[in-house]
């Protein structure tokens, strides 16, 4: 997401247009930094998990290899990342998916409950808004 | 199914394989009994039962006798050749989607 920001320029020419821009106040600028910030924590977070989990369950060179195939170029696309382990490791990689949540969980210091159905997609999108919720508390 | 294939299936074809995959690589030094290991991934000796004897099957942990106990650790040798041939296996498959 690209904040727009313009410069605030003291004029009492009427004739110089104001951009909509302009009228943004600081404090939603610095909320606006604060959620990038935010999202920042997480993509990072999100990315540690992903390398940590693949690492630890098939060692560095898989990592390395799976890297270098794209795994890590978008990593909160649930639907890219479920692709490139399904691609290579067929039904065995729902396993690397819930590690790899499981390890996000742990970092987030959120309760894993590996009873329930798990979708990929869902369990990351529950860790995104848990974390935005705790950054704002903070 | 290639050999490699079968070593993908009977490593992660659940989630508690994953989670010993991930406990003894990360502590490769670990040796602990059956219920001690369970525990330390929050589950019960009965309910890792078959998956730690697959991964015995597959060679990646070893089984050992120390006094009356029956203890369970990583087999560091075979575990390194098993993670190479799934490695080997991704190169081959990325090299057959580039072709």
């Known amino acids: 997401m690209a904040i727009r920001v313009s410069l605030v320029v003291e004029t009492s020419s009427p004739s110089i247009a104001r951009s909509p821009t302009y009228e943004m106040r600081p404090q939603s600028l610095i909320r606006e930094s604060a959620k990038l910030a935010d999202e920042k ?3 990072s977070l999100l990315t540690d998990s992903i390398r940590e989990s693949i690492e630890d369950s098939l060692g560095k060179n898989v990592l390395a290899l799976l890297v270098s195939k794209g795994l890590l170029d978008d990593p909160e696309n649930p639907r ?3 692709r490139q382990l399904n691609s290579t490791f067929g039904n065995a990689s729902s396993v690397l998916e819930r590690i790899i ?11 894993f409950d590996s009873n329930l159905s798990f979708d990929y997609a869902k369990t990351l999108e529950v860790a995104r808004n848990v974390h935005l919720v705790e950054s704002r508390r903070k | 199914m290639s050999e490699a ?7 992660l074809s659940s989630e508690v ?7 003894f690589h990360r502590n490769s030094g670990l040796v602990d009994t059956i219920d001690g290991v369970a525990r330390r991934i929050g589950r019960t000796g009965f309910s890792i039962e078959n998956d730690v004897r697959d991964l015995v099957k597959l060679g990646v942990l070893k089984m050992k006798k120390i006094g009356s106990s029956e203890v369970i650790l990583l087999d560091r040798a075979r575990d ?6 799934v490695a080997n296996h991704i190169k081959s498959v990325n090299r057959s989607e580039r072709s």
């Open chain 1, 41 to 43: 924590a997480f993509a």
């Open chain 1, 80 to 82: 890219e990342l479920e």
């Open chain 1, 101 to 111: 949540m499981k390890g996000l969980y742990q970092k987030l210091r959120i309760p």
């Open chain 2, 5 to 11: 294939q079968q070593i993908i299936a009977t490593l």
């Open chain 2, 17 to 23: 394989r994953g989670d010993l995959l991930v406990l």
């Open chain 2, 80 to 85: 390194r050749e098993v993670l190479e041939a």
